[in-house]
């Protein structure tokens, strides 16, 4: 493989679409869940979620609906997950804390699949990051 | 319900556009580094920490494609890597481990700044976190185990 190309006009124009692929896809993603996390809001439904998920997501400083975040991101991906993180009114502490659990921890479906394929068994996998996601959200609650 | 179909409406449209505005460059300056050859740079930048884990020296460059690029990117370089024979099982695991915790650190990062996340936090706790997870997994699993079940 070529590892380096002279930069050119064409570096400028391969980052250009990358970005704009990037923003594309994330969209494609964030806006229908936006609309279907923003009307969830003006239901009772959110209040049911938020009760029975207050007593857990209290670990991380988190308000019991922030749990529709870190499922979505979990089962969906990472677009989904700020979709729906865009949509609740959450504090800047609360998105910090959102971010790095999600960093560690998101679309476990697909990403467990390829650690899979090299060799790592996926309960493994998932153990790990599921781990890393709480402890660095309990902590970073303590923190900030 | 018109008014929170507008909401809807409104406010993905900005957070869209927030993140535009903080992809699309980020995305363009990591193709400048790209083509002045950073991903070779940060290869050799981060062959001490695989040195320490104990993992060939070929391991450096799936590692950097898959922090850099992504994970389903690294891992092609690391099935490459393991087809050549360059990297032995353990090393699989090992690069496996870290790029679980973290993988395309740039594009994720951008898109939770555009929420007013600090950037440097983010990448530095990611990485620094990865990095030492996957060390105390190289400790665990030693250079001459052949235990896989241990492994997996």
């Known amino acids: 493989m070529q590892r380096t190309n002279p930069v050119s006009f064409d570096t400028l124009k391969r980052g250009f679409l990358s970005g704009v692929n990037i923003t594309w896809k994330l969209a494609k993603i964030m806006v229908p869940i936006y609309f279907v996390v923003t009307i969830l809001k003006y239901t009772p439904i959110i209040n049911w979620i938020s009760k029975a998920f207050a007593p857990l997501m209290k670990l991380f400083g988190l308000p019991g609906k922030a749990a529709i975040v870190l499922v979505i ?10 979709g729906a993180m865009a949509s609740l009114d959450l504090t800047l502490k609360e ?13 476990l479906i697909v990403e467990t699949t390829i650690a899979k394929k090299i060799g790592l068994s996926a309960i493994n996998v998932i153990l790990v990051r599921v ?6 959200g309990m902590a970073l609650n303590l923190l900030l | 319900m018109t008014n929170i179909l507008a909401e809807a409406a409104v406010g993905s449209f900005n957070s869209v556009k927030e993140i535009a505005f903080i992809v699309i460059p980020i995305m363009i300056a990591m193709e400048f580094l790209k083509d002045i050859g950073v991903l070779d740079k940060l290869t050799q930048l981060f062959s001490p920490l695989v040195k320490i884990y104990g993992m060939k020296k070929e391991a450096g460059f799936p590692l950097v494609i898959g922090i850099v690029i992504g994970l389903s990117y690294g891992a092609g370089f690391i099935f490459q890597a393991a087809e050549e024979d360059k990297l032995s099982r353990r ?3 090992l690069l496996t481990y870290f790029l679980v915790a973290a993988h395309a650190v740039f594009e994720d990062t951008a898109i939770f700044m555009a929420f007013g996340v600090n950037g440097i936090f983010l990448f530095v706790a990611r990485l620094g976190v990865a990095a030492f997870f996957t060390y105390l997994a190289s400790r665990w699993i030693k250079p001459e185990d052949t235990d896989l079940e241990k492994m997996r």
């Open chain 1, 73 to 82: 991101g979990n089962c969906v991906n990472l677009y989904a997950a700020i």
């Open chain 1, 131 to 136: 781990s890393l996601a709480v402890v660095s």
């Open chain 2, 91 to 93: 090393d699989l695991y």
């Open chain 1, 95 to 107: 998105i910090y804390i959102l971010a790095i659990m999600l960093s560690f921890c998101h679309s």
